[in-house]
């Protein structure tokens, strides 16, 4: 079965440092998401990609957070710099349409010191 | 008010009792809708989508009340196996993007 590849699985970066996540959708998904889950809660969306373009940034933290797509395929996650309350699992998911079922990667486990 | 409200349980039941979950959502134009299960340190996967008509898959019932904006989910015959958390999932205001609740533990104990 088609998975959802992310990487890292773990990250431990200092506080004010760059950390950047990647994330390759399954083939032929045009929706791509990022969401941020800390524990105990929901996962948040953070972005949300329609091929190559941006449909919802809207709780994207912009003036830290950057997200890319720019061929339409794979898509990187960037923070800089990384703050204490940035520490939570980053989770990329894709699906064929907007609205429709995602599929989950296995998550990013950030910790920042 | 949270777009998509879940009881957080914990629900602690039996091995071989029912159980349901209740989720509320926020947008009356809302479309899709799903419950995923997520067990602990793991990604989020599909349960079931809900349709309009209630769909049942196994053990699994998912309705959908749309004049009371809500869904729900029954598990009968729980199994150790189904101690999991259990996000209810529906597209929030705007159309486009998936909206998760907070999550309802539950625990099946032996």
């Known amino acids: 079965e088609a998975e959802v590849a992310q990487s890292p699985r773990y990250k431990i970066t200092e506080k004010s440092q760059a950390v950047a996540f990647w994330c390759d959708p399954i083939?032929?998904?045009?929706?791509l998401y990022w969401y941020r889950q800390i524990l105990g809660q929901g996962p948040e969306l953070l972005v949300q990609f329609q091929d190559e373009s941006v449909v919802d940034d809207s709780q994207l933290p912009k003036d830290r957070f950057s997200a890319e797509r720019l061929k339409g395929v794979d898509s990187t996650l960037k923070i800089q710099p990384a703050e204490l309350g940035d520490s939570a699992m980053y989770l990329c998911?894709?699906?064929?349409?907007?609205?429709?079922?995602?599929?989950f990667g296995q998550g990013t486990r950030l910790t920042v010191v | 008010r949270k777009e998509v409200e879940q009881d957080p349980g914990p629900f602690n039941v039996p091995e071989g009792a029912t159980v349901a979950f209740n989720c509320t959502y926020s947008?009356?134009?809302?479309?899709?809708f799903f419950w995923y299960r997520q067990d602990c340190r793991k990604e989020p996967k599909l349960l079931m989508s809900?349709?309009?008509s209630g769909n049942e898959d196994g053990r699994f019932t998912a309705q959908l009340n749309r004049a009371s904006q809500y869904i729900s989910l029954l598990i009968r015959d729980s199994k150790l196996s189904d101690s999991a958390t259990y996000l209810c999932v529906v597209n929030g205001k705007g159309g486009n993007k998936l909206v998760f609740g907070a999550g309802t533990i539950l625990r099946v104990k032996s």
């Open positions: 809900v349709y309009s």
């Open positions: 947008n009356s134009a809302s479309q899709s």
């Open positions: 998911a894709s699906s064929t349409e907007n609205r429709g079922r995602a599929f």
């Open positions: 083939s032929g998904h045009a929706t």
